[in-house]
């Protein structure tokens, strides 16, 4: 198992939890109360920063319950944490529903996942490998 360093900015911050044995994601907590408009999007702060393991990253995921209940999501989903990273944890939010949702403190805003980083080398070439799919997508495979 992995040491996920973090430090505290805030008094009133949270430390990211699992809430269940097994779960991908941590929850991330926000320190403020704010509302979102319909339409409109917020960057929530959490108060923490953190050290991510050598060759890893932090993806910033949105939470299920939110988007289906209220149609909140995180805008830049996945959000991408780099390992040099030791700014505040935030979270973009954009509320796409026709109500106003109102953040408040100590609410489960989003989830954050720590994942390995592979490095490749990017080479130039002047032709790929062929495959039976080739070029197919967008759809190409329909939908039953």
Same mark, same amino acid.
């Given at each position: 198992?992995?040491?996920?360093?973090?430090?505290?900015?805030?008094?009133?911050?949270?430390?990211?939890?699992?809430? &269940?044995? !097994?779960?991908?994601?941590?929850?991330?907590? @926000?320190? /403020?109360?704010?509302?979102?408009?319909?339409?409109?999007? #917020? $960057?929530? &702060?959490? !108060?923490?920063?953190?050290?991510?393991?050598? @060759?890893? /990253?932090?993806?910033?995921?949105?939470?299920?319950?939110? #988007? $289906?209940?209220?149609?909140?999501?995180?805008?830049?989903?996945?959000?991408?944490?780099?390992?040099?990273?030791?700014?505040?944890?935030?979270?973009? $939010?954009?509320?796409?529903?026709?109500?106003?949702?109102?953040?408040?403190?100590?609410?489960?805003?989003?989830?954050?996942?720590?994942?390995?980083?592979?490095?490749?080398?990017?080479?130039?070439?002047?032709?790929?490998?062929?495959?039976?799919?080739?070029?197919?997508?967008?759809?190409?495979?329909?939908?039953?």
């Amino acid at each position: 198992m992995m040491n996920l360093k973090i430090q505290k900015t805030d008094k009133l911050a949270i430390l990211p939890q699992y809430a &269940h044995l !097994g779960d991908a994601g941590m929850d991330l907590f @926000s320190i /403020e109360d704010r509302e979102i408009a319909p339409g409109d999007t #917020a $960057l929530i &702060h959490t !108060g923490i920063k953190i050290e991510l393991p050598k @060759s890893t /990253e932090a993806q910033i995921r949105p939470r299920s319950g939110l #988007a $289906l209940k209220n149609s909140i999501t995180v805008l830049n989903t996945p959000g991408t944490i780099d390992e040099g990273y030791r700014g505040e944890v935030a979270v973009i $939010l954009i509320n796409h529903g026709k109500h106003i949702f109102k953040v408040e403190r100590h609410m489960k805003v989003a989830q954050m996942v720590i994942k390995p980083v592979i490095r490749v080398n990017v080479i130039e070439v002047e032709n790929l490998s062929e495959t039976e799919r080739a070029e197919g997508g967008f759809g190409s495979t329909g939908l039953k």
